[in-house]
Protein backbone atom coordinates (compact mmCIF):
# COMPACT_ATOMS: atom_id res chain seq x y z
CA UNK A 1 0.00 0.00 0.00
CA UNK A 2 0.89 3.52 -0.68
CA UNK A 3 2.32 4.97 2.54
CA UNK A 4 1.24 8.75 1.32
CA UNK A 5 -2.13 7.23 0.90
CA UNK A 6 -1.88 5.66 4.10
CA UNK A 7 -0.84 8.66 5.77
CA UNK A 8 -3.28 10.82 3.93
CA UNK A 9 -6.38 8.60 4.88
CA UNK A 10 -5.39 9.06 8.49
CA UNK A 11 -5.11 12.76 8.39
CA UNK A 12 -9.36 12.73 7.27
CA UNK A 13 -9.79 11.54 10.59
CA UNK A 14 -7.70 14.08 12.36
CA UNK A 15 -9.32 16.69 14.13
CA UNK A 16 -7.46 19.84 15.71
CA UNK A 17 -7.36 18.76 19.47
CA UNK A 18 -9.08 20.81 22.12
CA UNK A 19 -5.46 22.35 23.64
CA UNK A 20 -3.71 22.76 20.08
CA UNK A 21 -0.24 23.60 19.84
CA UNK A 22 -0.29 26.35 17.25
CA UNK A 23 -3.08 28.49 18.81
CA UNK A 24 -3.55 31.98 16.74
CA UNK A 25 -2.36 32.51 12.89
CA UNK A 26 -2.80 36.20 11.87
CA UNK A 27 -1.50 38.19 8.67
CA UNK A 28 -1.44 41.76 8.74
CA UNK A 29 -0.45 44.55 6.40
CA UNK A 30 1.89 47.18 7.42
CA UNK A 31 -0.84 49.71 8.53
CA UNK A 32 -2.36 47.11 10.64
CA UNK A 33 -5.48 45.98 8.86
CA UNK A 34 -5.79 41.90 9.13
CA UNK A 35 -5.86 40.36 5.93
CA UNK A 36 -5.95 36.83 7.11
CA UNK A 37 -6.47 35.13 10.95
CA UNK A 38 -7.49 31.48 12.18
CA UNK A 39 -8.11 31.39 15.98
CA UNK A 40 -8.60 27.34 17.10
CA UNK A 41 -9.33 28.39 20.67
CA UNK A 42 -12.07 30.44 21.96
CA UNK A 43 -11.24 33.96 21.44
CA UNK A 44 -10.52 36.50 24.56
CA UNK A 45 -8.18 38.50 21.87
CA UNK A 46 -9.54 41.27 20.07
CA UNK A 47 -8.17 40.41 16.50
CA UNK A 48 -8.32 43.97 15.15
CA UNK A 49 -6.38 45.66 18.20
CA UNK A 50 -4.13 42.71 17.76
CA UNK A 51 -3.51 43.61 14.49
CA UNK A 52 -2.61 47.14 15.25
CA UNK A 53 -0.88 46.30 18.38
CA UNK A 54 1.54 43.87 16.30
CA UNK A 55 1.90 46.51 13.61
CA UNK A 56 2.93 49.46 15.68
CA UNK A 57 5.21 47.23 17.34
CA UNK A 58 7.16 46.03 14.07
CA UNK A 59 7.39 49.74 13.37
CA UNK A 60 8.71 50.39 16.63
CA UNK A 61 11.05 48.55 16.46
CA UNK A 62 12.69 49.13 13.09
CA UNK A 63 12.61 52.71 14.54
CA UNK A 64 15.02 51.11 16.40
CA UNK A 65 16.72 49.37 14.09
CA UNK A 66 15.73 45.92 15.40
CA UNK A 67 13.51 43.43 14.41
CA UNK A 68 10.73 41.89 16.42
CA UNK A 69 10.76 38.22 16.71
CA UNK A 70 8.42 36.86 19.74
CA UNK A 71 6.63 38.33 22.61
CA UNK A 72 4.98 36.65 25.41
CA UNK A 73 2.29 37.65 26.86
CA UNK A 74 -0.98 35.90 28.42
CA UNK A 75 0.76 32.05 28.16
CA UNK A 76 1.06 32.60 24.48
CA UNK A 77 4.08 32.97 22.53
CA UNK A 78 3.56 35.13 19.90
CA UNK A 79 6.05 34.78 16.79
CA UNK A 80 6.46 37.39 13.89
CA UNK A 81 7.86 38.05 10.92
CA UNK A 82 7.65 40.38 8.20
CA UNK A 83 7.73 40.34 4.19
CA UNK A 84 6.87 43.30 1.98
CA UNK A 85 3.52 44.57 3.45
CA UNK A 86 2.96 41.86 5.15
CA UNK A 87 3.28 40.84 9.09
CA UNK A 88 2.71 37.35 9.73
CA UNK A 89 2.39 36.23 13.35
CA UNK A 90 1.76 32.77 14.84
CA UNK A 91 0.75 32.79 18.02
CA UNK A 92 1.87 28.98 20.19
CA UNK A 93 1.25 27.56 23.36
CA UNK A 94 4.57 28.22 25.40
CA UNK A 95 5.99 24.35 24.57
CA UNK A 96 6.05 24.34 21.29
CA UNK A 97 10.04 26.38 20.91
CA UNK A 98 10.79 28.75 18.69
CA UNK A 99 12.46 26.86 15.95
CA UNK A 100 9.52 25.09 15.48
CA UNK A 101 7.76 28.37 15.03
CA UNK A 102 10.02 29.96 12.65
CA UNK A 103 9.88 26.77 10.43
CA UNK A 104 5.78 26.91 10.43
CA UNK A 105 6.11 30.77 9.25
CA UNK A 106 8.67 30.21 6.45
CA UNK A 107 6.53 27.28 5.41
CA UNK A 108 3.29 29.40 5.23
CA UNK A 109 5.58 32.39 3.46
CA UNK A 110 6.52 29.62 0.98
CA UNK A 111 2.25 28.93 0.46
CA UNK A 112 3.05 32.63 -1.06
CA UNK A 113 2.52 32.93 -4.81
CA UNK A 114 4.91 36.61 -4.16
CA UNK A 115 5.38 37.51 -8.02
CA UNK A 116 1.59 37.08 -8.32
CA UNK A 117 0.75 39.55 -5.74
CA UNK A 118 2.85 42.07 -6.58
CA UNK A 119 0.75 42.23 -9.52
CA UNK A 120 -2.22 43.08 -7.49
CA UNK A 121 -3.38 46.57 -6.67
CA UNK A 122 -5.13 45.25 -3.51
CA UNK A 123 -1.75 42.73 -1.99
CA UNK A 124 -4.43 41.69 0.63
CA UNK A 125 -7.10 39.84 -1.99
CA UNK A 126 -4.28 37.13 -2.47
CA UNK A 127 -5.01 35.94 1.19
CA UNK A 128 -8.40 35.55 0.49
CA UNK A 129 -8.00 33.07 -2.09
CA UNK A 130 -10.15 29.61 -1.90
CA UNK A 131 -6.54 28.46 -3.08
CA UNK A 132 -4.53 30.70 -0.36
CA UNK A 133 -6.71 29.17 2.66
CA UNK A 134 -6.71 25.52 1.82
CA UNK A 135 -2.64 25.81 1.52
CA UNK A 136 -2.47 27.30 4.83
CA UNK A 137 -5.14 25.37 6.20
CA UNK A 138 -3.63 22.11 5.78
CA UNK A 139 -0.32 23.12 6.80
CA UNK A 140 -1.69 24.67 9.85
CA UNK A 141 -2.95 20.57 10.29
CA UNK A 142 0.33 19.51 9.56
CA UNK A 143 1.44 21.48 12.13
CA UNK A 144 -1.03 20.70 14.93
CA UNK A 145 -0.73 16.71 14.35
CA UNK A 146 3.51 17.21 14.44
CA UNK A 147 3.28 18.95 17.56
CA UNK A 148 0.06 17.44 19.21
CA UNK A 149 2.18 15.65 21.79
CA UNK A 150 3.09 18.48 23.68
CA UNK A 151 -0.14 19.41 24.80
CA UNK A 152 -2.36 17.31 26.63
CA UNK A 153 -6.11 17.79 26.66
Not at 13 to 36: A, C, E, Q
Request: with cysteine; aromatic share 14%; charged share 25%.
Amino acid sequence: MNVNLNIKSRLKNFTVPSKPPLLRFTIIDLSGVTVYHRSYVSEVLDEVLFSGFSAAMIAFSRELGTQLYCIKMEGVDYYFKTRGDFIFVVGMYPRVRSPSAKRFLRLVEKEINWEEIDTYLNKAIHFQTEEFEKKVEQTILDFQIRFRHLIRD
